[in-house]
């Protein structure tokens, strides 16, 4: 069945330690998303990728880094610049060009240790 | 910049009646979508139903249905006969249509409603 792979569920940081959250699909869609979603909160936008090579910041792009180097697979790495990193982190894909018809993983739950 | 705002942060409905939550936003576009997603226990986003704004006729997906009302920018989520498994966080989502440029990727989310089926 096709679908979105977030993995781990669960991930712990120490402090000034980068980690990569890795988000996978085997959907053929061309368009990928990062969201972080805080307690009592919606979806905020991290990232997104349209296409492979290419990415743009979403509202709160300072403290993460993405890739896109195959269709596939958009990594999001939370770097030690993001003071405040826990939070839970969802993928999402679409076709291209169809934002309205988005599919979410299950996402991963980050804490600092 | 657009917003989206969900007055009732918590709901609770008994099973088989049925429950309202509400949601507006606010916008400059003309064209966009609209959407209401469940998120269960298990944080899975699910969609449960999508409006698009050019269509007058208001969306429904048997149980759920939504009062859309464009120059009120109102765009409420009825569920009818409240099942156990409906309890979640709902959230009321925008985004601009095809051609709005890049805010066109982006999802805005309001900060959810919690609704609870009592037994």
């Known amino acids: 069945d096709g679908g979105i792979t977030q993995s781990p569920k669960y991930l712990f940081r120490k402090e000034g330690q980068n980690v990569t959250l890795s988000c996978e699909q085997n959907l053929n869609h061309d368009a990928m998303y990062w969201y972080r979603q805080d307690p009592g909160q919606g979806l905020r936008l991290i990232y997104y990728?349209?296409?492979?090579?290419?990415?743009q910041k979403g509202d709160i792009a300072e403290g993460y880094s993405v890739s896109r180097e195959k269709k596939e697979s958009f990594p999001l790495t939370v770097t030690s610049a993001q003071k405040n990193p826990t939070a839970f982190y969802l993928c999402?894909?679409?076709?291209?060009?169809?934002?309205?018809?988005?599919?979410f993983g299950s996402g991963t739950q980050l804490s600092v240790l | 910049a657009q917003t989206v705002t969900q007055s009732q942060p918590e709901m609770s409905v008994q099973e088989a009646e049925t429950v309202t939550l509400s949601c507006t936003y606010d916008t400059s576009e003309n064209n966009y979508y609209l959407f209401w997603y469940k998120q269960p226990p298990s944080r899975q986003m699910i969609l449960v139903i999508r409006?698009?704004?050019?269509?007058?006729q208001n969306a429904t997906e048997n149980r759920f249905s939504v009062n859309f009302q464009k120059a009120a920018k109102s765009f409420s989520l009825k569920i009818s006969d409240s099942q156990l498994g409906d309890t979640a966080m709902y959230f009321c989502a925008f985004i601009p249509g095809r051609n709005s440029g890049a805010g066109s990727y982006q999802l805005t989310f309001g900060k959810g409603t919690k609704l609870s089926v009592i037994p």
């Open positions: 990728s349209q296409i492979v090579n290419d990415f």
């Open positions: 409006q698009e704004a050019y269509k007058q």
């Open positions: 999402a894909s679409s076709q291209r060009g169809k934002p309205s018809k988005l599919l």
